[in-house]
C-alpha cells in the first residue's frame, strides 16, 4: 500500500543536520499537509544511548502516531535506527496512514543511513529497559573485525551442519532492511517446486518490536481448495504451486497469495502489508523460487481456479473489423 506521500525539503534539511550534528540524538517525525516534517529534535545531553532516551517519554503522546529517527551506532554510516510508532488509542486512518508511508520515509531519507527499522505501540518498548529487550531478544553484536568475520563465518558454519535446517534461521536484506526466517519455513520453499505439497503458508510472528517469518502450515490441494486450505483467520503469505494444465505442455508456476482478512489487527495488517517485499524476496533469493503471478485478497474465499486461471490467461478483446461505408448510389 503506497500512501502518495513524500518526505518534505525542510525534513531532508533537518535530517542532514542531524547527520552532522553530534549535539542531536534524534528527531520526531509527522505527517502534515500530505508530507512528511520533523516535528521535534531530540537533543544529546550523554554519549550514552540508554541515558539519552529517557527523554523521549513526554515528547511522544500516548494516542498520537510519530516517526522517530534515533542516533543509535556512533560513528557508523548506517548508525541510525527508525522507528515507527503507532500507539493502539491512535486513530485507525492515522494508524494505516504511518503504516504506508514508513518504507518512504526510510527511503527518501537513504536506506543506507539506517540500520534497522522497528514498530513499537507503546512508550516503554522506546525506554532504556524496551530497548535492552530488543537488543537481547536480536542480539546485536558490536562490528567484527574481517578475522573475526571469517572465524564467525566458520563457527555458523560447522553449528548449520550439525544442527541440521530445521535449527536455522537466515537473513533476508533488501538495503539494510532485513527479516529473519526459520530454517523450517525456507526448507518448506526449497521443497515446494518438486516437493509432495504444493501449498507453503508463512507468517509474521510478531514480538514487541521483532518480526520474523515463520513456517504456518504445508498441504496439498487443488486451486479450487485454496480457499478452505488458507487461513481465514490470521493474515498469510502463501506459495502455491499452479500446474497449467490447459497449455499444449503441462508447467508448473508459483503463484504468491497475500491474504489478510478484515478481523485482523491493526498492526497486523500494517506490518504484513509493508513487509510482503521480503517474503517475496526471501523465496527468490534463499529457495530460489521463481513467482510468476502475485495476488491479494482480503479473504482466501475471493481466491478460486478461475482466479488463477485469468491471471495467466488474461480474455482478449474482439476486435471487430472495420466495415467500409457503401458508396452512396450503389447497391
Same mark, same amino acid.
Given at each position: 500500500?503506497?500512501?502518495?506521500?513524500?518526505?518534505?525539503?525542510?525534513? *531532508?534539511?533537518?535530517?542532514?543536520?542531524?547527520?552532522s550534528?553530534?549535539?542531536?540524538?534524534?528527531?520526531?517525525?509527522?505527517?502534515?499537509?500530505?508530507?512528511?516534517?520533523?516535528a521535534?529534535?531530540?537533543?544529546?545531553?550523554?554519549?550514552?544511548?540508554?541515558?539519552?532516551?529517557?527523554?523521549?517519554e513526554p515528547?511522544?503522546?500516548?494516542?498520537e502516531?510519530?516517526y522517530?529517527?534515533?542516533?543509535?551506532?556512533?560513528?557508523?554510516?548506517?548508525?541510525?535506527?527508525?522507528?515507527?510508532?503507532?500507539?493502539?488509542?491512535?486513530?485507525?486512518r492515522?494508524?494505516?496512514l504511518?503504516?504506508?508511508?514508513r518504507?518512504?520515509?526510510?527511503?527518501?531519507?537513504?536506506?543506507?543511513?539506517?540500520?534497522?527499522?522497528?514498530?513499537?505501540?507503546?512508550?516503554?518498548?522506546?525506554?532504556?529497559?524496551?530497548?535492552?529487550?530488543?537488543?537481547?531478544?536480536?542480539?546485536?553484536?558490536?562490528?567484527?573485525?574481517?578475522?573475526?568475520?571469517?572465524?564467525?563465518? /566458520?563457527?555458523?558454519?560447522?553449528a548449520?551442519?550439525?544442527?541440521g535446517?530445521?535449527?536455522?534461521?537466515? *537473513?533476508?536484506?533488501?538495503?539494510?532492511?532485513?527479516?529473519p /526466517?526459520?530454517?523450517?519455513?525456507?526448507?518448506a520453499?526449497?521443497?515446494l517446486?518438486?516437493?509432495?505439497?504444493?501449498?507453503?503458508?508463512?507468517?509474521?510472528?510478531?514480538e514487541?518490536?521483532?518480526?520474523s517469518?515463520e513456517?504456518?502450515?504445508?498441504s496439498l490441494?487443488d486451486?479450487d481448495?485454496?480457499?478452505t486450505?488458507?487461513?481465514?483467520n490470521?493474515?498469510?503469505?502463501?506459495?502455491?504451486? &499452479?500446474?497449467?494444465?490447459n497449455?499444449?505442455?503441462?508447467r508448473?508456476?508459483?503463484?504468491f497469495?497475500?491474504?489478510?482478512?478484515?478481523?485482523?489487527?491493526?498492526?497486523?495488517?500494517?506490518?504484513?502489508?509493508?513487509s510482503?517485499?521480503?517474503?517475496?524476496g526471501?523465496?527468490?533469493q534463499?529457495?530460489?523460487?521463481?513467482?510468476?503471478?502475485?495476488?491479494?485478497a482480503?479473504?482466501?474465499a475471493?481466491?478460486?481456479?478461475?482466479?488463477? &486461471?485469468?491471471?495467466?490467461?488474461?480474455k482478449?478483446?474482439?476486435?471487430?473489423?472495420?466495415?467500409?461505408?457503401?458508396?452512396p448510389?450503389?447497391?
Amino acid at each position: 500500500m503506497q500512501s502518495g506521500i513524500s518526505a518534505s525539503q525542510e525534513l *531532508h534539511d533537518a535530517f542532514n543536520n542531524l547527520v552532522s550534528s553530534p549535539t542531536q540524538r534524534g528527531l520526531i517525525v509527522t505527517i502534515k499537509n500530505e508530507q512528511l516534517v520533523p516535528a521535534k529534535v531530540i537533543q544529546s545531553s550523554s554519549s550514552d544511548f540508554f541515558e539519552d532516551v529517557k527523554t523521549l517519554e513526554p515528547l511522544i503522546k500516548d494516542n498520537e502516531a510519530a516517526y522517530i529517527i534515533l542516533r543509535r551506532y556512533q560513528n557508523a554510516p548506517d548508525s541510525f535506527v527508525a522507528v515507527t510508532y503507532v500507539p493502539d488509542s491512535a486513530n485507525v486512518r492515522s494508524k494505516m496512514l504511518f503504516a504506508s508511508t514508513r518504507l518512504t520515509m526510510v527511503r527518501e531519507l537513504g536506506t543506507e543511513r539506517f540500520r534497522e527499522t522497528l514498530f513499537a505501540t507503546t512508550k516503554v518498548e522506546l525506554m532504556a529497559d524496551g530497548w535492552r529487550k530488543h537488543d537481547k531478544s536480536s542480539e546485536l553484536k558490536v562490528p567484527l573485525t574481517e578475522e573475526e568475520q571469517n572465524l564467525q563465518g /566458520i563457527k555458523e558454519a560447522e553449528a548449520e551442519a550439525s544442527q541440521g535446517t530445521t535449527a536455522r534461521s537466515s *537473513h533476508v536484506s533488501f538495503g539494510r532492511l532485513t527479516l529473519p /526466517i526459520s530454517g523450517s519455513a525456507l526448507q518448506a520453499l526449497k521443497d515446494l517446486p518438486s516437493g509432495g505439497d504444493n501449498l507453503v503458508q508463512l507468517k509474521l510472528k510478531l514480538e514487541g518490536a521483532e518480526v520474523s517469518i515463520e513456517l504456518a502450515d504445508t498441504s496439498l490441494t487443488d486451486a479450487d481448495g485454496l480457499a478452505t486450505a488458507i487461513s481465514e483467520n490470521e493474515p498469510r503469505y502463501s506459495f502455491f504451486r &499452479y500446474s497449467n494444465e490447459n497449455d499444449s505442455q503441462e508447467r508448473s508456476l508459483i503463484v504468491f497469495i497475500y491474504t489478510c482478512p478484515p478481523s485482523s489487527k491493526v498492526k497486523e495488517r500494517m506490518v504484513y502489508a509493508s513487509s510482503r517485499a521480503f517474503a517475496v524476496g526471501v523465496a527468490s533469493q534463499e529457495a530460489g523460487i521463481e513467482v510468476a503471478k502475485k495476488l491479494e485478497a482480503s479473504s482466501p474465499a475471493e481466491i478460486a481456479a478461475s482466479t488463477i &486461471y485469468d491471471e495467466f490467461h488474461p480474455k482478449q478483446e474482439q476486435k471487430q473489423a472495420f466495415s467500409r461505408p457503401k458508396r452512396p448510389g450503389k447497391r
